[in-house]
C-alpha cells in the first residue's frame, strides 16, 4: 500500500508520508497469533516512548477481551522488515462467529495504537482500511487521540461512508497534597457525595476499607462481587486480571468489607510515576442507597494522597461525580468507516433495534451524550 496516496472508496486523499514510502499490513487474530508478536510489540512500545502506558501493552489488551464476545485483533505495520506500528482491535462476534465489524480505543480514544507520536494517526488510517480491503469486513469504529480536523486531515475527508464526530473527554484529576484540601478543592455537593456519604457508612461499626489486597483475598471479593454488580463481567475477565496482577509489582486491588463479611466494593488499577490509574469498580448492587462508588473513591482518594500520589487517571472515563474536576480536557474524535454492502446494512438495522446506542447511532448524538453500550465500543 502507498502511504502518501491512498485511495478510500473511490477518491483519492493525501496523507503525510512516513519515512518509508510503501507500508505492509498483517493482520492477526486471536489470542495465539497476537501472542507470538508480543516481544516485537513491546520493543516497539519502548522505540515509541510508550513503554509506560499501559493501555497500549499488548498483554494488558488481552486481558480486558478475556472471556468477552470479542476476538482480539493487531494490524502490524512495516516497512520492509521494520516495524513501524501497531493497532489493536477486536472484531464483534455472535456464537464465536466473526461479524466483520471491528473496533479501536477506550471510551477517551486510548488503548489504540502503538508508533511513533507524529504518525500515530496516520497508522490508524492504514490499518482500517487495510481492513476494508477484505472480503468480509465491512466496518471499523475507532475512538482516537486528537481533534476532528487532525484525523480528517491525516485518514481522508467525510464520506457517505466515512464519518467522522469530534468530542472531548476528562478524566485525569489532579491531586491536592491533602485530603482535607482536596475535598476543599471540590464543589459542595461533590464533598457531601464524598465524605458525607463516607462518614454515613462509616457509623455502622466494623466497615473495612482494605487498601492492598493479595490476589487470593481478590479473588474472594471478585466472586462475591461478580454477579451482584453491573456491568457483569465473567469469570475469564477476573482470572486474566489476576493472572495479570501477579505478574505485575506495581498493580494492586482495594476494597470495602461490611462487617458481617458481605463484600461492598472493589477497585482495581495500578500506579506509575506519581499517578494512580483505575480502570475497575464493582459496587454491590443491593448498597445503592449506600452510594458505594462515591464512598469507595473518597478512601480511594484519601489513601492514594498518602502515598503522594500525584493524580488520578480514570481509565476509559470518569464518573459524573468527578469528571467535571478533572482537568485538562483533551479532544478526542469517534470514526466509523464502512464498506457498503447487504450484511453491513442488516448488521445496521439489528444493532439499531437490539441494541440502542450502538456505533451506528454515536457519531449522530451531541458531544455531551452517554457513551454507547457495548457493542457500540
Not at 507500508?23 to 492477526?28: G, H, M, N, R, W
Not at 476494508?132 to 481522508?156: D, F, N, P, Q, Y
Not at 474472594?220 to 496482577?245: C, W
Request: net charge positive; proline share 6%.
Amino acid at each position: 500500500m502507498n502511504v502518501a496516496t491512498t485511495a478510500y472508496f473511490g477518491f483519492e486523499s493525501a496523507v503525510p508520508a512516513l519515512p518509508a514510502s510503501e507500508v505492509s499490513a498483517e493482520l492477526l487474530l486471536g489470542n495465539t497469533s497476537i501472542r507470538h508478536a508480543i516481544p516485537a510489540i513491546q520493543a516497539l512500545r519502548t522505540r515509541s516512548g510508550q513503554e509506560k502506558d499501559l493501555t497500549t501493552d499488548p498483554e494488558y489488551f488481552l486481558s480486558l477481551l478475556a472471556g468477552e464476545q470479542k476476538r482480539p485483533a493487531a494490524v502490524l505495520l512495516r516497512s520492509s522488515s521494520d516495524l513501524l506500528g501497531c493497532v489493536l482491535l477486536y472484531e464483534h462476534t455472535l456464537c464465536g462467529f466473526g461479524l466483520g465489524l471491528f473496533h479501536g480505543g477506550d471510551y477517551v480514544g486510548e488503548g489504540l495504537v502503538v508508533g511513533a507520536a507524529p504518525h500515530r494517526t496516520q497508522l490508524v488510517g492504514i490499518a482500517a482500511q487495510s481492513l476494508l480491503e477484505r472480503w468480509r469486513i465491512h466496518g471499523v469504529s475507532l475512538s482516537m487521540k486528537g481533534t476532528k480536523e487532525e484525523c480528517v486531515a491525516r485518514m481522508g475527508p467525510e464520506s457517505e461512508h466515512r464519518s467522522f464526530a469530534g468530542k472531548s473527554v476528562q478524566h485525569k484529576l489532579p491531586l491536592e497534597p491533602t485530603y482535607s484540601g482536596m475535598l476543599s478543592s471540590l464543589g459542595p455537593r461533590t464533598r457531601r457525595s464524598l465524605a458525607g456519604k463516607r462518614e454515613h457508612l462509616e457509623k455502622d461499626p466494623g466497615v473495612t476499607f482494605l487498601c492492598d489486597l493479595s490476589v487470593e483475598v481478590a479473588r474472594e471479593a471478585i466472586e462475591a462481587l461478580r454477579t451482584v454488580s453491573e456491568p457483569t463481567r465473567s469469570r475469564p475477565f477476573f482470572q486474566a486480571r489476576l493472572a495479570l496482577q501477579l505478574r505485575r509489582s506495581n498493580f494492586f486491588s482495594m476494597a470495602l468489607r461490611h462487617p458481617n463479611g458481605t463484600w461492598l466494593s472493589l477497585l482495581m488499577g495500578w500506579r506509575i510515576d506519581g499517578v494512580t490509574y483505575i480502570d475497575i469498580q464493582l459496587n454491590h448492587s443491593q448498597f445503592k442507597k449506600e452510594s458505594l462508588s462515591a464512598v469507595m473513591r473518597a478512601f480511594m482518594i484519601e489513601h492514594e494522597i498518602g502515598r503522594q500520589q500525584r493524580a488520578l487517571n480514570f481509565v476509559g472515563g470518569s464518573s459524573l461525580l468527578l469528571r467535571r474536576y478533572c482537568r485538562p480536557p483533551e479532544p478526542y474524535t469517534d470514526a466509523f468507516l464502512r464498506r457498503p454492502c447487504l450484511r453491513g446494512r442488516l448488521l445496521a438495522a439489528l444493532a439499531a433495534w437490539v441494541r440502542p446506542g450502538s456505533v451506528y447511532e454515536r457519531l449522530e448524538a451531541p458531544a455531551d451524550a452517554a457513551r454507547p453500550t457495548e457493542i457500540g465500543a
